[in-house]
C-alpha cells in the first residue's frame, strides 16, 4: 500500500503502535497531535523502533483555520486514521463540556476540510457505545444502550455523525473500529502506556503500583454480580489492536467502489476478564505482588462486557493473536 495516511493522535498509546505497523507495512504515515496527553519524545521512541524518519505536526483539531492551512499543505492524503479524543471515563463525567467540544468538535473538522477528497477514514470508536449489554458476547447489531458517561456519548454522536455523512458524501468511505480493552506494549519496550497525569486506565495504574510509583491500586467496586464482584472488560492486546487499523485500510480500499460506505467492527479477543483476575495474572507472571484495596463504584463504569470480533475476523481478516 503506497500512500499517506494522517494519524490524528499519533503520539498516544493506540496510535503509536499503529505508526509501527503502518511503516511495517510500507504506508507512510503523518502525524498530528496536539501533545495533551502525549509527550513528543514518542517521535523519537517510534523512530527508533522503525528505523526511519517520520513526520509530526503539532496541531489542535478543534482550531479550524489552523487545519485548513494543514490540509493545503498535504493534497495527497486519502486516508485518515482518528485517534485524538479526550479519553477518560471518569474524567468525562466531570468535565462533560471538555469532552463534548473536543470530541466532537475536532471530527466535524476533519470532515468539513477534508470533505471535498476522496477519503477513507477509520474511525476510533469504544465499546461503551454498547452502554450496560443485556445480552453477551455484544455484536455489531446489538442494541446500543443510553451512554453511561458523556465520553460514551461522545463515540455515540461521533459514529452517527459519520454515518450521516457517508450517506451523503460519495467520496466517503467510513470503517468505525469499536475497541474493547487496549492494554501491553510494543515487544521492544520502547513504547507503551504512559499517561502524562494519573492514569484512568487499569493497566498503568497496575504497573506504576508494582514498581513504587503509586502506593496503591483502587479497585473500582467488589460488589457487582460478577464471579469475583469486579468488573469484567474484554482487553486486547494493543499490537494486536494497532494491526487491525492495517487490515480496515485495506479493507476500505478493496470497497472503495462499493455502494456501501459505512461499516463497524468490534476489536476485541472475544473472552472477558474480571479486574482480579487481571491482576492475579500479573502478579504471577512477573511474581511480583500489587497493593491493591476494593474501593467504591465509579461513575460512569458498566459491569461487565465483551464482544464477538467474528465480523472483523471474516471480514477484515483480522485476529488478536496475543493472549492475557
Same mark, same amino acid.
Given at each position: ?49 522503525? #528505523? ?69 477514514f477509520i474511525f476510533s470508536s469504544s465499546c461503551t457505545v454498547y452502554g450496560e449489554p443485556d ?86 467496586? #467488589? ?19 494497532a494491526q487491525s487499523h492495517i487490515s480496515a485500510m485495506k479493507y476500505l480500499a478493496k470497497h ?43 461513575? #460512569? ?24
Open positions: 500500500m503506497n500512500e499517506t495516511v494522517l494519524v490524528t493522535g499519533g503520539l498516544g498509546y493506540i496510535g503509536s503502535h499503529t505508526v509501527i505497523e503502518l511503516l511495517a507495512n510500507g504506508i507512510k504515515p503523518v502525524i498530528v497531535d496536539n501533545l495533551s496527553n502525549s509527550k513528543i519524545v514518542v517521535k523519537d521512541l517510534i523512530e527508533s523502533v522503525a #528505523g526511519e524518519k517520520i513526520e509530526f505536526v503539532q496541531l489542535d483539531f478543534t482550531n479550524r483555520q489552523a487545519l485548513e492551512q494543514f490540509a493545503s499543505s498535504y493534497p495527497k492524503i486519502e486516508s485518515i486514521i482518528h485517534f485524538a479524543a479526550h479519553k477518560y471515563v471518569g474524567e468525562s463525567v466531570q468535565e462533560p463540556l471538555k469532552y463534548y467540544q473536543n470530541n466532537l468538535g475536532s471530527l466535524l473538522n476533519l470532515l468539513q476540510v477534508f470533505g471535498n477528497r476522496p477519503l477513507n445480552v453477551l458476547p455484544v455484536t455489531e447489531t446489538s442494541e446500543i444502550k443510553k451512554a453511561e458517561s458523556p465520553y460514551g456519548n461522545t463515540k455515540q454522536i461521533a459514529e452517527e455523525i459519520l454515518r450521516d455523512a457517508a450517506k451523503i458524501n460519495p467520496l466517503l468511505r467510513v470503517a468505525v473500529l469499536r475497541y474493547f480493552n487496549p492494554v501491553g506494549s510494543h515487544s521492544s519496550g520502547k513504547i507503551g502506556e504512559l499517561p502524562l497525569h494519573v492514569p484512568q486506565n487499569l493497566f498503568p495504574f497496575i504497573t506504576q503500583t508494582a514498581i513504587g510509583i503509586r502506593k496503591q491500586l483502587t479497585v473500582f467496586g #467488589g460488589d457487582y454480580h460478577t464471579p469475583d464482584g469486579t468488573c469484567i472488560r474484554d482487553y486486547i492486546h494493543v499490537v494486536d489492536l472503495r467502489t462499493d455502494e456501501m460506505n459505512y461499516d463497524v467492527f468490534n476489536i476485541g479477543t472475544g473472552t472477558g476478564y474480571s479486574v482480579l483476575e487481571i491482576i492475579k495474572a500479573f502478579e504471577s507472571v512477573n511474581n511480583v505482588k500489587v497493593n491493591y484495596t476494593i474501593g467504591p463504584r465509579r461513575a #460512569g463504569d458498566i459491569e461487565k462486557i465483551f464482544g464477538s470480533p467474528d465480523k472483523a475476523n471474516t471480514l477484515l481478516h483480522w485476529k488478536a493473536k496475543y493472549t492475557l
